[in-house]
């Protein structure tokens, strides 16, 4: 071979090289910045953005599994929320003691909820698209510390969240703002018409939450420029919008329109007039979900979540132009986050505390026979409750509200107890493994010399999830 020759075979050799180190660290990427974290044995792919585009596709595979078979829908909830209503009172009737002799069926569906969705997250191998289900679940908070709540925010997510996220955010819109869950937190289903026929009799009156929250904070946004005057008016045209049980009428998510509770007349919203009836609402969401400013808003949250704390304007007006000329599309929205080189800036994003558990736990499953992770506890241990939300606008998404010295202490802290599970070397999984499967090539050197230097397993692995690589994504 001559000298010539020599030095070609090494410069395509060396640029080979390069490209498929360059593809491993994008495939890692790919399930850090965009999933919810690697697991053991997950093989590399050679087309990440086209694997990510391709969990786009189809219905929500969690649907289509066992992990949510025979979990409660919405109307089940409402059912358990009487139940519970009534054993409560026939027991302190009797004079027992309700600690220790009573725990709500609400409750226990909420438990069962959460050990299946938190189940799920950690185990599956369409974890973008998951993300996104956690994505659009927070958008339209609903915390299970308000209008008992507790059983129906799961069935929410299962009925009026999973079946859109690739599809249409006027459908979601739609599905959500008719949840029981919904109309419960924001207490719609006791929002009467002033001048209803059970407005006049009850002298009961007007809940402008969810007429606030749906303008506010799921469509359209304070940039609409609307006025006090049009939220009332939205809360008018949603009365009636309530809920009821097996034993009321209410549809399988539980929820009932209420004619007698709705305001007649005609209501102006934003330039626009409805006429009234159930129908009028649709129309309603309908207009502020496709409006120019809900695109800006939830691009800019899209932007937010997925590319950085302070997203570069451009990223910001692409999303919200694909949504503007799709109609809306969630789909196309998500795909084209993914063709932006912005995306693919490694770890600029730091976890929230759920988000790193879960991340955690897909890293170094439990071992076998081991008890399972308590997502509950740990959740509110590390300030981030499930599904417990303190305001309506729901988790901060940015650095600034997680990564204060406490905080952090306080995921270290979980860390190294959790770390305590792969001790003593039984299963034969290292450290090292650990490592490399959860990080790849984002794994830093300084990382890993600290590691192996640790005096025990324990250490170790406690190194690796505190390290500043495995806290952000």
Aim: with cysteine; proline share 7%; net charge neutral.
């Amino acid at each position: 071979m001559t000298a010539a020759a020599a030095l070609r075979f090494a410069t395509r050799k060396y640029i080979c090289l390069g490209y498929i180190k360059h593809m491993n660290r994008m495939a890692a990427l790919a399930e850090i910045r965009f999933g919810l974290g690697l697991t053991p044995g997950q093989p590399d792919e050679s087309d990440p953005k086209g694997a990510l585009k391709a969990q786009l596709q189809g219905p929500d595979p969690g649907l289509a599994s066992e992990a949510f078979a025979n979990l409660p829908r919405g109307i089940d909830g409402i059912d358990a929320l009487r139940d519970d209503a009534m054993t409560r009172k026939a027991l302190l009737k009797d004079g027992t003691p309700l600690k220790g002799n009573f725990k709500p069926k609400s409750r226990q569906m909420f438990e069962a909820d959460v050990a299946a969705q938190m189940g799920w997250a950690a185990t599956t191998t369409a974890s973008f698209r998951e993300r996104l289900v956690w994505f659009w679940t927070n958008h339209f908070t609903v915390s299970i510390y308000q209008g008992q709540t507790a059983a129906l925010v799961g069935p929410m997510i299962r009925e009026a969240i999973r079946p859109y996220v690739t599809g249409n955010f006027t459908d979601m819109v739609l599905a959500v703002e008719h949840h029981p869950a919904m109309l419960r937190y924001l207490a719609n289903d006791v929002s009467v018409g002033p001048d209803s026929p059970a407005g006049r009799r009850s002298h009961r009156g007007l809940n402008e939450n969810l007429g606030r929250e749906c303008m506010e904070l799921h469509t359209v946004g304070l940039k609409a420029g609307y006025h006090q005057a049009d939220v009332t008016s939205m809360a008018k045209i949603l009365t009636g919008w309530s809920v009821a049980g097996s034993d009321g009428g209410g549809d399988n998510t539980g929820f009932k329109y209420r004619p007698f509770a709705h305001e007649p007349g005609l209501q102006t919203v934003m330039g626009n007039t409805y006429e009234g009836g159930e129908q009028a609402g649709i129309d309603a969401l309908t207009y502020l979900s496709k409006y120019p400013t809900t695109y800006q808003l939830i691009a800019t949250k899209l932007a937010t979540h997925f590319i950085a704390d302070n997203p570069p304007p451009h990223t910001i007006k692409r999303i919200a132009y694909v949504l503007s000329e799709s109609g809306g599309d969630l789909g196309a929205a998500s795909a084209a986050l993914v063709d932006l080189a912005e995306a693919w800036v490694p770890l600029t994003k730091l976890k929230t505390p759920l988000e790193y558990v879960i991340s955690t736990v897909r890293a170094a499953p439990p071992l076998p026979r081991q008890p399972p992770v308590n997502y509950i506890g740990v959740s509110t241990q590390l300030g981030q409750p499930i599904w417990g939300a303190p305001l309506p606008n729901g988790w901060p998404d940015v650095a600034a509200n997680w990564d204060g010295s406490d905080a952090i202490l306080t995921r270290i802290n979980w860390a190294y107890g959790y770390a305590a599970r792969f001790e003593g070397g039984t299963n034969g999984l290292q450290p090292a493994d650990i490592a490399a499967s959860s990080l790849g090539p984002l794994l830093k050197p300084a990382t890993s010399t600290a590691m192996a230097s640790a005096g025990s397993r324990r250490e170790a692995v406690t190194m690796l999830l505190a390290a500043p690589e495995f806290q952000r994504r």
